[in-house]
Every structure is written in C-alpha cells, then in structure tokens.
C-alpha cells in the first residue's frame, strides 16, 4: 500500500495550495481518506475527511470555511485546496486510508509520508 503525497510548499499568507495524495494497493473506492498535519512541536492533528463516496465531508473547526477535501475515485486520489492559508497552517500534512468509515480522529488504516506545506507571513 502507499499512500503518497504533493503540492506542498512556501506560500505567502492568504495564498493557496492544492494537495494531492495518490494511493496504491488498495481498492480506494472502499475507503474513507482523511488529511491530517503535525506541526513542529505539536501532536499530529485531523485537518479534514472524505467519505468514500465523496458525499460527506468533514472539517477540523480551524479551517472549515478556508479548506476543501475532494477524491476523485477514478484517478485513486484525494485532494485538499487550502485557501486563505495562514502562518499556523505551517506543518507536515499526511494524508491516510480508513476502511470504510471516515475518522475525526488518528484511527486509520494506512498513512503517506507527508508533505511539507510552509506559510510565512
């Protein structure tokens, strides 16, 4: 299985970035995905999550409004559009894989190796 990340970058505050995480070896369509960031110092946090449909999608309170997940299950893909971003948006993302249902919590199955997403201000 590989679950496996990119978009990131430097980006001034109030740009946007576009993750994009690609997974193999599993059948995607029957997993819920999630993205997930871990800033220096602090403990790996839920950022947003996708059901495996794509119909339900939930948000971390902090970039609700700001944050979009999609999955394009044709492509084995998942995607986060980050607009507005601020400096605290500064961390590693990762995406992951979960059977079935979608997690608000650090409960899944499968996990990429993150990419680094940096916003100065």
């Known amino acids: 299985v590989q679950l496996v990340e990119s978009g990131g970058g430097l980006v001034q505050a109030g740009g946007s970035l576009r993750l994009s995480c690609a997974a193999s070896?599993?059948?995607?369509?029957?997993?819920?995905m999630g993205w997930f960031r871990q800033a220096p110092g602090k403990e790996r946090e839920f950022v947003a999550a996708?059901?495996?449909?794509?119909?339900?999608?939930y948000y971390a309170d902090s970039v609700k409004g700001r944050f979009t997940i999609s999955r394009d299950n044709a492509k084995n893909t998942v995607y986060l559009e980050m607009n507005s971003l601020k400096h605290e948006d500064t961390a590693d993302y990762y995406c992951?894989?979960?059977?079935?249902?979608?997690?608000?919590?650090?409960?899944?199955?499968?996990w990429g190796q993150g990419t680094q997403v940096t916003v100065s201000s």
């Open positions: 070896g599993i059948s995607f369509s029957w997993y819920a």
């Open positions: 996708i059901s495996r449909s794509g119909t339900n999608t």
């Open positions: 992951a894989a979960k059977w079935l249902a979608a997690l608000t919590t650090l409960e899944y199955d499968y």
